[in-house]
């Protein structure tokens, strides 16, 4: 399946996993996605990702027209060096304006796989840590 998001892979215990960063254009998804590189992580594709299940897990890979290419604002597409496919263990809807400061934990199913799901801010000087963080009690 096509889905509107950006994908990062970070290198955890269990090897690359990946995040999507889903919301509407000028969400902020690229930024966070850009923001994460810098702090190692691989980006999976931009924008445009295709997801899909693989035995019981979900994987995401770049869509065929932007692979490798990353828009970042004031720059342009910018080449960058992808990681595909990449173990999807995470969804991160970026979202700004009032979030619950305490949330219950959210799931939401893809392709049949159940992910654990974080509504965040991309745009909050922590969100890359918040991020990380979220994706290590993913793998917990």
Same mark, same amino acid.
């Given at each position: 399946?096509?889905?509107?998001?950006?994908?990062?892979?970070?290198?955890?215990?269990?090897?690359?996993?990946?995040?999507l960063?889903?919301?509407?254009?000028?969400?902020?998804?690229?930024?966070?996605?850009?923001?994460?590189?810098?702090r190692?992580?691989?980006?999976?594709?931009?924008?445009?990702?295709?997801?899909w299940?693989?035995?019981?897990?979900?994987?995401?890979?770049?869509?065929? #027209?932007? $692979?490798?290419?990353?828009?970042?604002? *004031?720059?342009?597409?910018?080449?960058?060096? /992808? +990681?595909?496919? &990449?173990? @999807?263990?995470?969804?991160?809807?970026?979202?700004?304006?009032?979030?619950?400061?305490?949330?219950?934990?959210?799931?939401?199913?893809?392709?049949?796989?159940?992910?654990? #799901?974080? $509504?965040?801010?991309?745009?909050?000087? *922590?969100?890359?840590?918040?991020?990380?963080? /979220? +994706?290590?009690? &993913?793998? @917990?």
């Amino acid at each position: 399946m096509l889905m509107h998001a950006t994908a990062v892979a970070g290198w955890t215990r269990k090897g690359w996993r990946s995040v999507l960063l889903r919301g509407p254009s000028g969400a902020g998804k690229s930024d966070l996605a850009f923001r994460l590189m810098g702090r190692g992580w691989r980006l999976v594709g931009d924008d445009y990702v295709e997801v899909w299940a693989s035995g019981n897990g979900l994987f995401v890979g770049p869509s065929e #027209r932007i $692979a490798g290419l990353m828009e970042v604002r *004031s720059l342009g597409l910018v080449g960058v060096r /992808a +990681l595909c496919p &990449a173990r @999807a263990v995470l969804l991160v809807d970026c979202a700004t304006g009032p979030l619950e400061r305490l949330p219950e934990p959210q799931t939401e199913t893809l392709e049949g796989v159940r992910l654990p #799901r974080l $509504a965040l801010d991309p745009f909050e000087t *922590s969100a890359p840590d918040k991020t990380i963080l /979220a +994706l290590s009690r &993913a793998l @917990a």
